[in-house]
């Protein structure tokens, strides 16, 4: 082919290609209409697909007719097939924000390939749309260039962390999606079996039982983009259906998974991103987290640690606080600085905010103005002893204030940890550009439900114990596990486990937790019958896939980095589902309904 050929030869060409070297080329532009201009007969068509967009001018002196008179009719989101030449744009026309931006098309040809009805919402800019609107008609909003790009570097992420796990020995290996109903924490989706009447399948919570048996098979390392259920109450930033990255491997130690989550994120965050975040991650035990930060997940791009203030108070006067103390409660607090300037109204404020939206029983403060201590505290409870001791032990200086609550001491610290977040954000101290990781490690293996008292797994029931514990001895709630969490910014990311491998350690801590040998023989018959077979020691952990997305693009809500997900209310609002079904395909399933619709009358 001849250079002439080559440059009258068609191209077919993404609305994200075009650069000045490519003028004079013939090129074919697929796409939507961004927008179109008409400047005193030339008339300007951006077309836009999810490469980009590129300029087409039709001129009435070059152009077909046909296509000329078509393209004045254009509307946005027609879908349009332009072919031209490829020229540089006169010199002070380039568009510098645009990839494409100093070439056109010199279009003078016109397929309209689908016309569009008017959007129910603007697809470009930041404009602010009804949440409900954009997921009834999700397939629009998804065009937007945010969307877009949300979707492209959630697949580059996973794209990185599929690379780096393939080089690291991992076997990627698919478990079933219809499998046998057992407890792990949140109520399952029934299938129920047309073929065995009155039985159901589960939908997976997690692979858990099935990445461990993939061990006990011998497959010595194993990953999967698994895709996972739980019918949950509605919350604001869950979804029914997640997707996380489930690891597992053998013979590991607690220091070899953690390597390979560092290494996995680290991918992540760097191909994707072009973040470092800086491995080997900060490490901190459960009972350090609460102690410093108020929370099992702490944000550590500010300071603000809390602090035991319960020696300051020490023989106090002030009922609540003394009280407090001589039931064994602690006194938690945390300093504020330069908060002393702030307003009485905007110290009720933070009370009233602290009660209502955090459970405090009650939030006391001491402002160390310039112009003496202000409190919300009687004088009998501010000695110079105690106001000294306060001092010394959040480091307080003049211009300071000094927040504490009084409760059982894991009460207080929550509650004082949601505080330290409220004023994180209130100063613009959790800045999403920013992150910083770490593991949170040495669990409780168990703890107890506040209502009830009753064992409940701290992370699940197959989380080993940490080496050296007995599991005979008489309080099981002060038993540690070998149980992991990585937190970025103050959301977990992942959670995991060295397993039990011993089916009678296994059996003892169903035990604990309550199970008749009848459940443990319906529910995880199985697992402890391979466990017999020489199961080797083993462990893992899981990734949130939607949330580490979420921080990566600086999303609100996981909804905004999932392609089609339900809305707050577990409802897909554009196929309508939830939805009722015809009463021959519930016949089919051996199922009768006992309870009337919305709306039917008694």
Known sequence: MTTADQTTALRYVTCGELRPHDEGARVAVRGWVNSTRDHGGLIFIDVRDRFGVTQVVFDPRTADASAYETAGHLRSEDVIMAIGTARRRPAGTENLNLSTGAIEVAADSLEVLNKSKTPPFPLHGDADVDEALRMRYRYIDLRRPQMQRNLELRHRALKAARDYLDSQGFLEIETPMLIKQTPEGARDFLVPSRLYPGEFYALPQSPQLFKQLLMVAGFHRYFQMARCFRDEDTRADR???????????????????????????????????????????????????????????????????????SPAFAGTEFKIFASALAKGDAIVGLVDRSGASRSRREFDALVQLAATDFGAKGLAWIAFARDGVKSSLPKAALSETALAAIRQIGAARDGDAVFFVADARPVAQTIAGKLRLHLGTERGLRDP??????????FPLFERDPQTGALGPMHHP???????????????????SQHYDVVLNGSELGSGSIRIHDPHVQRRVFELLGYTEEQVQHRFGFLLEAFAYGAPPHGGMALGIDRIIAIMVGAESIREVIAFPKNQRFQDLMIEAPSAVEPEALRELHIKLDQKKAGDKP
């Open 239 to 309: 979804q029914p259906e997640f997707s996380q990255i489930d690891i597992e491997l053998t013979f590991p130690t607690q220091d070899d998974v953690i390597a390979v989550i560092e290494g996995t994120l680290s991918q992540m965050f760097g191909r994707a991103l072009g973040v470092d975040l800086h491995p080997p991650f900060r490490r901190m035990t459960f009972d350090q987290a609460m102690a410093d930060y108020g929370s099992d997940k702490p944000d550590l791009r500010f300071e603000m640690k809390l602090g035991d203030y």
């Open 433 to 442: 550009a920013r992150f910083e990781a770490c593991w949170v490690l040495d």
């Open 462 to 480: 197959f989380t080993a114990p940490a080496p050296g514990q007995d599991l005979a001895g008489p309080d099981p709630a002060s038993l540690r």
